[in-house]
């Protein structure tokens, strides 16, 4: 198996597909990270919430994402579907953290 080809750690997909939620409007506000950080640290505890929440700094920082088909993919064969639910409401809160604007 080619390393294109190889699908990311489910951590890492994760992290991958919030970031792609924070960016989608163009910026990146800590209005938005809140909701991730309750989610995260509801879901995994502290101290890997905290890893992740590093990992997204640098992923928002450094990595631009165009492809998320193999993270779709990651997330659709290793979370059940109440996880799937709730990773949609987290990007649903992501959204709603920012006002619209006309």
Known sequence: ?????????IDTSIVDLVAVV????GKV????????????LRGFGEERARSLLAKLRDTLKEKQITDIRRQCLQVNQNLTYKQKLALLDLFF?????EPLRK
């Open 1 to 9: 198996m080619t390393n294109k080809s190889r699908l990311p750690d």
């Open 22 to 25: 924070m960016r989608a409007d």
């Open 29 to 40: 506000t800590k209005s938005e990270l809140i909701p991730v950080m309750r989610f995260l």
């Open 93 to 97: 809160s992501i959204v709603a953290a």
